[in-house]
């Protein structure tokens, strides 16, 4: 049994419970996909016409204790269709799962980093199940790192890849938006000004989103109430497009809530949500005070640190400022 075993034993199976779960033993840590060796040699003709690295970005990453791993389903089909899609993701849109991930106002955020124990991850019981569990189980995190100190054990996870990345996010705007599809038709626009260090164009999309969405909707919606529902909005969005995205960018002074690497350039953001109608410039104090550029200079042609600050009045973007 492999995948969401936990649940099938429970549910499925009430009377097979003395199953031996070798999820987390690294000896069977390749059993279920494939390895960088194996695209190189077995798949070695069909790699003509492609970007290695490309493929490695949109299917590898997956992680059981030992060496990342490739969707065996999206390689099959990309070799065939000689297309980049979710080609996994698309087989059944997770509408339970990201339904169940609103109810519980989940940080999508944290898809790029969280943390783990044994307990978290051995969970099954669906009724309190947290959603860090249900996404490992089915899926959609997966180890990043693991660590052991003196029996200590602790795991961070991760969403695995772009596939992954970007089609997750795009089913979770469907159900924290009113209209999803503002969104991905201005999606283009997005790359683009981010491509051309356009930070007022970035400025203008975002609050022209959030702006559309109306009263009623926010009345009508708990999830509209939650803090975190804008830093998620807005995570969310640009997962969605495909983008390289650190969230949580750790650095010797401090973390920042996001950051997003395109090419030669960095955007750092840091999110405040205030409980008045004007902004209060702490957002991009913090930034300054903390220098999270710092880590970046030298690296990339052009750094631009943003603080966003989201009125819960106005359920607005207040504060846009940028250095």
């Not at 099938?8 to 009430?14: A, E, L, N, Q, T």
């Not at 970005?57 to 390689?75: A, K, Q, T, V």
């Not at 799962?97 to 969280?114: H, Y």
């Not at 969403?159 to 201005?186: C, H, K, Y």
Request: some cysteine; hydrophobic content about 40%.
């Amino acid at each position: 049994l492999t995948g969401v075993s936990k649940f099938s034993k429970v549910s499925i199976f009430s009377g097979l419970n003395n199953l031996l779960d070798i999820t987390l033993d690294a000896r069977y840590a390749t059993i279920c996909g494939y390895t960088d060796n194996d695209i190189d040699t077995v798949f070695a003709p069909e790699l003509e016409g492609f970007d290695r690295d490309e493929i490695r970005n949109w299917y590898n990453g997956y992680s059981w204790l030992g060496e990342r791993m490739y969707n065996p389903f999206d390689i099959l089909l990309l070799f065939d269709k000689r297309e980049f899609r979710s080609w996994w993701f698309e087989t059944g849109t997770p509408t339970f799962l990201v339904t169940w991930l609103k109810e519980r106002n989940f940080f999508t955020p944290s898809l790029e980093k969280t943390f783990g124990d044994d307990e978290l991850l051995s969970a099954f019981d669906v009724d309190y199940i947290r959603p860090e569990a249900m996404l490992w189980q089915s899926g959609y995190l997966t180890l990043k790192e693991c660590i052991n100190e003196d029996g200590f054990v602790a795991y961070y996870l991760q969403v695995p890849n772009r596939e992954v990345r970007s089609a997750l996010n795009r089913s979770i705007l469907s159900a924290w938006l009113p209209d999803e599809g503002f969104a991905m038709q201005t999606g283009l626009e997005i790359r683009r000004a981010i491509a051309k260090g356009a930070v007022e164009e970035l400025f203008s999309h975002f609050k022209t989103l959030f702006a559309s969405i109306p009263n009623d909707w926010y009345r009508n919606n708990p999830i509209a109430n939650y803090e975190g529902y804008y830093a998620s909005v807005f995570y969310s969005h640009l997962a969605a497009l495909g983008l390289s995205i650190v969230a949580e960018d750790v650095s010797n002074l401090g973390r920042c809530d996001l950051s997003v690497i395109y090419k030669d350039k960095v955007y750092i953001f840091e999110f405040k949500v205030i409980d008045k109608k004007g902004p209060t410039r702490e957002a991009i104090k913090q930034l300054k005070t903390k220098d999270y550029a710092a880590k970046y200079r030298g690296k990339y042609a052009d750094i631009f640190q943003i603080g966003i600050e989201f009125s819960k009045l106005k359920r607005q973007i207040v504060g846009w400022d940028c250095v």
